[in-house]
């Protein structure tokens, strides 16, 4: 089982720029989470889907940004235009089902730096 | 609406020593409870879980914690500290079950164990 895995690793941009970060959750595995940790807020749950539909994105900041998932197998999250209040670390994660006793895999993070 | 508290920022234990990290909740249903761990540059990882049953959980790498219902707390213990426990500690809880679920995370303690 190769896990959650998440790419890029690290992402340094310039304000404005698109970002696209990508994740390939553990495969049979039908939720996925997409957090962002900073040392100001913690752990944020920004937006999670079930069977490849958003479920619930109360936590996306602002319309700068988007999430997708086309297939079981990809999830995108996309910042644009990007702005250094979002640097931070962003994490995919993956559960099976949404049993509430569900442990939740994550990957190893994006660390977004925007100057 | 759930949430859960973990008082301290950093505990501070030597290696071989007992270790407790506290965590608290509130929620409005049964609690679901959680302990992840976070390595440097690495993701959450689960450790152990309370759904129902035994009050005292058993999880990976010998950590336990012990729920209670009328101290609405989760601890998370260790009967002897190792060096390679220094790490993030993270609680959560989770309510309610079905496309609302979603877990919310503590704001972290950091573990040091020194020799």
């Known amino acids: 089982d190769a896990g959650v895995i998440q790419s890029p690793r690290h992402e340094v941009t310039e304000m404005g720029q698109e970002v696209t970060l990508r994740c390939k959750p553990i495969?049979?595995?039908?939720?996925l989470f997409w957090y962002r940790q900073t040392m100001m807020r913690g752990l944020e749950l920004l937006i999670y889907?079930?069977?490849?539909?958003?479920?619930?994105d109360s936590g996306m900041p602002e319309d700068r940004f988007s999430a997708k998932m086309p297939n079981a197998s990809f999830s995108t999250l996309k910042i644009q235009p990007s702005e250094p209040r979002d640097s931070a670390v962003y994490f995919c994660?993956?559960?099976?089902?949404?049993?509430?006793?569900?442990?939740?895999?994550f990957g190893n993070g994006t660390r977004l730096t925007v100057t | 609406a759930q949430s859960v508290a973990q008082p301290e920022d950093q505990v501070n234990v030597a290696e071989g020593n007992p270790l407790t990290v506290k965590c608290t909740y509130s929620?409005?249903?049964?609690?679901?409870l959680f302990w992840y761990v976070q390595y440097p540059n690495r993701g959450l990882q689960f450790l152990l879980k309370?759904?129902?049953?035994?009050?005292l959980v058993k999880g990976s790498y010998g950590f336990e914690a012990e729920f209670n219902k009328s101290q609405t707390s989760f601890h998370l213990k260790k009967p002897s500290a190792l060096v390679s426990d220094s790490a993030l500690y993270f609680c959560?809880?989770?309510?309610?079950?079905?496309?609302?679920?979603?877990?919310?995370f503590g704001t972290g303690t950091r573990l040091q164990v020194t020799l």
């Open positions: 994660a993956s559960s099976l089902g949404q049993a509430i006793n569900s442990p939740l895999h």
């Open positions: 929620v409005s249903g049964n609690p679901y």
């Open positions: 309370y759904i129902t049953g035994d009050n």
């Open positions: 889907f079930n069977n490849n539909v958003p479920i619930d």
């Open positions: 959560a809880v989770r309510d309610k079950a079905g496309t609302a679920s979603k877990l919310t």
């Open positions: 495969s049979g595995h039908n939720s």
